[in-house]
């Protein structure tokens, strides 16, 4: 027993540590992932951020970031991140992934949204997807100028939007591109590429937390994307994988990339491996050597034609 919980095991409809657990009744405890951190108009490493609500109905909301250095003259790329946490866990306000954000701005000097997606297992899939395509949407909106956000309509570049995320957030971001891929909705916007860091897809196998927040659906395109007939139809020009040596989902995300080579989808798709590294290090240890190598290549990647 997780010596951080008041709970017997008899309690206990089930857990998935460190990130939660579920007792009996529904109530969800979350161990992890929980605490946050304020956006800051004072700039940090040469960046602005701030908070808004997209959705007053659901609490959908945004973190946005700035350069400080951003004109009017040049537009940026546009970055839609989507964190992880098995779906089920943290928040673009965290302690983690707040700093992450910080960095990752001022390193490839983008424009960023960082989506507050509802959380599972209070809200089943698809919510997570459909929430942030929710988002992605409302920032859509700007491309003609005109949208309610003043960041995004005099610095943003809707001609280089890209997705990415972590681990769940991977996931997500892959979904993201598969649905620009198939609407007629972005007339005005591309999808230049995404960026899938340590990502959690499934491979054909049951995987316990997946069938939990999902269930008996491990064929399920969401998780599955060998399962996707409209692979090829990928909405984006390039795809980057990051997968780390040790990370137990090191195999989903060369097999992702395996997947999706075969696929007839016609972009560039580069995997990059950090030797030796576990799930996301880069968060919990942000300042390590390969850290600063995978901030560099993610930033690059956004930066290249």
């Not at 005099?154 to 990415?164: C, I, K, P």
């Amino acid at each position: 027993m997780d010596s951080s919980s008041s709970s017997s095991k008899s309690e206990i409809e089930f857990e998935c540590l460190p990130m939660f657990r579920v007792l009996k009744g529904g109530v969800v405890e979350r161990i992890a992932g929980t605490e946050t951190i304020p956006p800051s108009d004072v700039p940090q490493n040469g960046v602005v951020s701030k908070d808004l609500v997209i959705s007053p109905e659901t609490g959908v909301s945004a973190r946005l970031y700035l350069p400080t250095a951003a004109s009017p003259d040049r537009n940026l790329p546009l970055l839609l991140y989507i964190h992880g946490g098995g779906f089920c866990i943290e928040s673009p306000f965290s302690p983690l992934y707040h700093p992450h954000l910080v960095s990752l701005v001022s390193k490839a000097n983008v424009v960023a949204v960082s989506v507050h997606y509802r959380l599972c297992p209070e809200n089943p899939i698809p919510v997570p997807y459909d929430d942030t395509w929710q988002v992605f949407l409302w920032a859509a909106a700007h491309s003609s100028g005109q949208g309610p956000e003043p960041w995004l309509n005099h610095h943003a570049d809707f001609g280089r939007v890209f997705f990415a995320g972590d681990s769940a957030g991977a996931n997500i971001a892959h979904n993201m591109a598969m649905r620009a891929g198939s609407t007629t909705q972005l007339s005005d916007v591309t999808i230049s590429g995404i960026v899938l860091v340590h990502p959690y897809f499934g491979k054909n196998e049951p995987d316990r937390l997946w069938d939990y927040i999902c269930p008996s659906e491990v064929h399920n395109p969401l998780f599955n994307p060998a399962a996707d007939t409209n692979l090829s139809n990928l909405g984006c020009g390039k795809v980057l994988i990051f997968v780390g040596g040790k990370d137990f989902l090191k195999n989903r995300g060369l097999w992702y990339y395996e997947t999706l080579k075969k696929s007839g989808w016609g972009g560039a798709v580069e995997m990059v491996e950090s030797e030796g590294e576990e799930h996301v290090f880069h968060l919990f240890n942000p300042d390590c050597e390969k850290a600063g190598d995978l901030l560099q290549k993610f930033a690059s990647f956004m930066n290249l034609d």
